[in-house]
């Protein structure tokens, strides 16, 4: 299954809802994409909705990451919604649970960004 992005906006802040794999290739650069436009359109406040994510491999971590640092390099927040119990575990392992701002609910994600 490929990666999908919907892009939608909540009081300033961009919500990506992601579905499909987080994996090697298509979903890691889907991923990229998608945040490098956000910050293009200058909206630094971005909040990956992850409830439709299934999987996730190395590569899919690293681009987290990668997405996260530049984020906060533009001066900007990135955080996580919704992890499923796989991804959840995932970031637990990989101890980058502590790096990310993880949300299980939307409304509490997007008033916990700096206004």
């Known amino acids: ?7 939608r906006q909540v009081d300033g802040v961009t919500i990506l809802d992601l ?8 979903g890691s650069v889907t ?3 998608a945040v490098r436009d956000v910050l293009a359109k200058g909206s630094n ?8 994510v ?5 590569s899919g ?9 530049t984020v906060k390099n533009a001066g900007g927040e990135l955080k996580l919604l919704n992890l499923t119990k796989k991804v959840h575990d995932l970031l637990q392992i990989t101890k ?3 790096v990310f701002d993880v949300k299980d609910d939307e409304a509490s994600a997007i008033s ?3 206004k």
């Open 61 to 69: 971590i690293g681009e987290l990451v990668s997405a996260f640092t």
């Open 96 to 98: 980058l649970y502590t």
């Open 19 to 26: 579905s499909g794999r987080i994996t090697l290739g298509e």
């Open 112 to 114: 916990s960004f700096t």
């Open 45 to 52: 406040k971005i909040l990956l909705n992850l409830a439709d």
């Open 54 to 58: 299934n999987y996730i491999d190395s």
């Open 31 to 33: 991923i990229r994409d």
């Open 1 to 7: 299954m490929s990666m999908k992005v919907q892009t």
